[in-house]
């Protein structure tokens, strides 16, 4: 099991949408995720659409006539994703515990009963470091440290250093940090000089992934639900589902592909998609035949249909290895896995003559392909290959 804290005192720099989309795209995996709400503003419960009146307030604080254990509030939100509400009264404790001695243990004694019933436990910090924020470092074994590219949210970064070292010093508990960066702009040139700066202030502590803007990752949040579940197919979803792979990889934990079959055009789908209008088929006799201009048409797609198409990547170190598109919407399943032979990986896919843009996903890291020069900047900030069908 492992316990992974999402936490800058900085708000709005990404960390419940980090908590939420990170704990679904892991519980996608295949891992029995928990995410423990720890805010006393409740956002990640509240952007999960769970209604409770309970919280760890009901499992901290001495003073509440419902005292519960953790089991008792868990409350189911998918498949392998659990999570711990918050509420108003989580805010309360810092006061209450204010003299007990080993008040930043608390956490690690409740996180202690449900041991071993989950693969990761993440934990949603509020955007201060008090005695909650302490209480979740001290129970984890990493820290994640969302950072927009802006220069505040930078400084947060320091002072959250400084308490992981207190804690590894005082409290003889060392925990791994990693910074996030989230919410990059690929519009605008300033993303890119922080960027540099991160890399080298950071250098060693930043995950691979970069979350890109994306509204999608708000609206899902307004409608009550992980980004994943709104639109499987957007960057948000990508950034995180590359999130979930890195450090699935680096434990080394299998990655489960999606299960979606690929809808790659198919003869059958372009011979549905050139039928009649729906309203004429109904009323069409059962022996209905296509037109003549109907047919032909039908005989010029299939027969530009499916040129067989290799991609091919040398990549000797590699364990695993996707390439995806615009052929396939950039969707990411076992269709886009390539085959590996003493470090050349190849996929064959038949596609329509056309111009596809496309990346390789290596070790759960998406790149461009490095033998082909024919290539663009998208509007994300990163490479995409370009390949041309010929018919
Ligand atoms: N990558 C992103 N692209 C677009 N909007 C985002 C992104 N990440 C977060 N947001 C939005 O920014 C706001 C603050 O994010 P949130 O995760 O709640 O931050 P925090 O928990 O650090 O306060 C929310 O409205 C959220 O939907
Ligand atoms: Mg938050």
Redesign the pocket.
Known sequence: MKIISIA?QK????????AINLASTLSFNGQKTLLIDLDPQA?ATLGLNVEDQNSLYNCISKLTPHKLKIKDIIKPVGKSFDIVPSNVLVGTLEQELADEIGRELKLVEIIDEIKGLYDYILIDCP?SLGFLTVNSIRASDELII?VETSRFSMQGVDHLMDITNLIRERLGHPVKPKVLI??FDSRLRHSFTMLNKMKEKFSGMLFDTI?????K??EA?VMGEAVIRYDKYCR?SKDYLSLAREILTADRQPIVPEVKVTSMPTVAAVLEALQEPKEVQASAPASYQPSERMQELIQKETQELLKATTFSLAAPEAKSVYVTGSFNDWSLDENCRMAGQDGLWTLKVSLKPGTYKYQFIVDGKWQEDPANANMERNSFGDINSLIEVKA
């Open positions: 800058n708000g709005g720099c990404g960390k419940t949408t980090t956002h955007p969302p989230t919410m979350v890109h803007v994306n509204v990752l708000k949040a948000g």
